[in-house]
């Protein structure tokens, strides 16, 4: 438990109300505590009395009594979501406001259920990200399982059209590091293949790929759909690897995995696209150089740009690397710090 705390409104904080001030600084207290809290006298507002629907300034005094120190829920809630998995996608959220959330999702965990998906992804643990809302916020677009990073998600139907509504007609910036076999030539460029469903797929779907179609074969494939991925090489070891900033200007299914293995060069660790040998001489077969680097898919959405869908504001959000990818910038020693954040807009 931590002890008495008098906390100041801060000019950032504007005008809101108590029972929301109190679940942006501690979001693992519930609503039911804070109007308890309030009730009881335990909160208070410039020394006074306070209700949790009251509205806190700039400036003003609150009086925080003893917390719990874990901000993961003690047990299980009925929504069946244990307090590892609560914990663990709360400490996922990178921002949070009144209207969206942003999550670094892991790999491994999927975006939505579905085949092969099983019960647990992002979708089904939203319960433990209300943060004393109502409502359960909502996905407004997907990562593939084993890709990490940045994944938005909206508090509200409003805001989740509007965020929608941006991505769906490009206006959002997003970029992906990748670690991919070999050296593109050139070193930077446009990837343009359609894409479209390739026949076949394993037991639950989870054999599903995508298939390159060349532009000058559109007519051949009336159900391929256009996509775009830009390229920038970051840096390369050798002819055997190199890190890659990537940019989807399309948003199709599974874009930069197929992408990339159509002209040679398959993200490390992707066993779908890139095969599982655990040898890449670097001339653009397989996906796995073996030794000590990690066999897992080396695929990051490390940010995005976006206009805020109440404020109009810019916002840029980055991730940090997942534990494996940064092992491997560590082994090859890579540094994020070398690199600019958005090569795309730098070397025009």
């Not at 009730?39 to 300034?57: E, H, L, M, P």
């Not at 979501?81 to 921002?95: E, F, G, H, N, R």
């Not at 089904?124 to 998600?153: C, M, N, Q, W």
């Not at 000590?292 to 805020?308: G, N, Q, V, Y």
Request: glycine fraction near 10%; charge should be positive; include cysteine.
């Amino acid at each position: 438990m931590s002890g008495v705390k008098l906390l100041t409104v801060s000019e950032d904080d504007g005008e809101q109300r108590l029972d929301r001030w109190m679940k942006r600084r501690f979001p693992h207290v519930t609503q039911g505590a804070v109007e308890k809290m309030c009730r009881t006298g335990q909160i208070r507002v410039d020394s006074g009395r306070a209700k949790a629907s009251d509205r806190v300034s700039p400036g003003q005094t609150i009086r925080i009594p003893p917390l719990p120190d874990t901000e993961a829920p003690s047990r299980p809630g009925p929504d069946g979501i244990s307090a590892a998995d609560a914990k663990m996608i709360q400490s996922a959220v990178l921002w949070k406001d009144d209207h969206i959330i942003v999550l670094n999702k892991p790999a491994g965990l999927a975006s939505q259920g579905g085949s092969g998906m099983g019960d647990r992804h992002v979708d089904g643990l939203t319960e433990a990200l209300k943060f004393g809302y109502k409502d359960r916020p909502k996905l407004v677009h997907r990562l593939d399982k084993d890709t990490s990073g940045i994944l938005l998600l909206a508090r509200t139907d409003r805001v989740a059209r509007g965020l929608s509504e941006t991505l769906r007609h490009r206006e959002a910036r997003k970029i992906y590091w990748a670690v991919v076999a070999g050296v593109p030539n050139p070193r930077k460029g446009s990837i343009k293949f359609l894409l479209e469903k390739a026949p076949g797929r394993g037991r639950g779907g989870e054999g599903e790929k995508m298939q390159c179609i060349h532009p000058a074969k559109a007519r051949e494939h009336p159900e391929a759909k256009r996509a775009q991925t830009d390229f920038f090489t970051l840096w390369f070891l050798g002819d055997r690897l190199s890190w890659m900033a990537l940019e989807p200007v399309t948003g199709r299914t599974h874009q930069l995995r197929a992408h990339m293995a159509e002209i040679g060069h398959p993200i490390l660790g992707d066993g779908k696209y890139g095969g599982s040998d655990a040898h890449n001489p670097g001339d653009g077969w397989g996906a796995g150089i073996g030794g000590d680097i990690s066999k897992k898919l080396h695929l990051h959405a490390r940010s995005i740009t976006i206009e805020h869908p109440v404020t109009k504001e810019i916002l840029t959000f980055t991730a940090p690397l997942p534990d494996h990818m940064a092992a491997t910038w560590k082994a090859l020693d890579w540094n994020e710090k070398d690199v600019p954040a958005d090569p795309f807009e730098v070397f025009k």
